[in-house]
Nanobody, 126 residues
Framework: QVQLVESGGGLVQAGGSLRLSCAAS????????MGWFRQAPGKERDRVAA????????YYADSVKGRFTISRDNAKNTVYLQMNSLKTEDTAVYYC???????????????????WGQGTQVIVSS
């Protein structure tokens, strides 16, 4: 079992920055690919970014490329999402996720055999 706890969300003005953290407890954090998803009101949950177990491979949604950076510290069992140049459309609940690989970093696969955090709210005001 892996427990994931997000933090760092809040209210920020457009153009500002936030850093989300996801602390993991349980076994074998360093063996999991990690990802961030977000869900805006009335919309589906979408994958934002993902990172391989060793940090060598990263994925970003087109909507956040060049603005968001995912990283991890396996010694601290933590994954981060640095969000810069925030836009109002980035407003959402952000969820941390763990899966066996980036290729299985999908909602279906994570729900079936991975792990979700409880989410942290990010509100970007104009």
């Amino acid at each position: 079992q892996v427990q994931l706890v997000e933090s760092g969300g809040g209210l920020v003005q457009a153009g500002g920055s936030l850093r989300l953290s996801c602390a993991a407890s349980g076994r074998s954090f360093s063996s999991y690919a990690m990802g961030w998803f977000r869900q805006a009101p009335g919309k589906e949950r979408d994958r934002v970014a993902a990172i391989t177990w060793n940090g060598a491979g990263k994925y970003y949604a087109d909507s956040v490329k060049g603005r968001f950076t995912i990283s991890r510290d396996n010694a601290k069992n933590t994954v981060y999402l640095q969000m810069n140049s925030l836009k109002t459309e980035d407003t959402a609940v952000y969820y941390c996720a763990a899966s066996t690989s980036i290729s299985t970093m999908t909602i279906t696969s994570i729900t079936a055999g991975g792990y979700w955090g409880q989410g942290t709210q990010v509100i970007v005001s104009s």
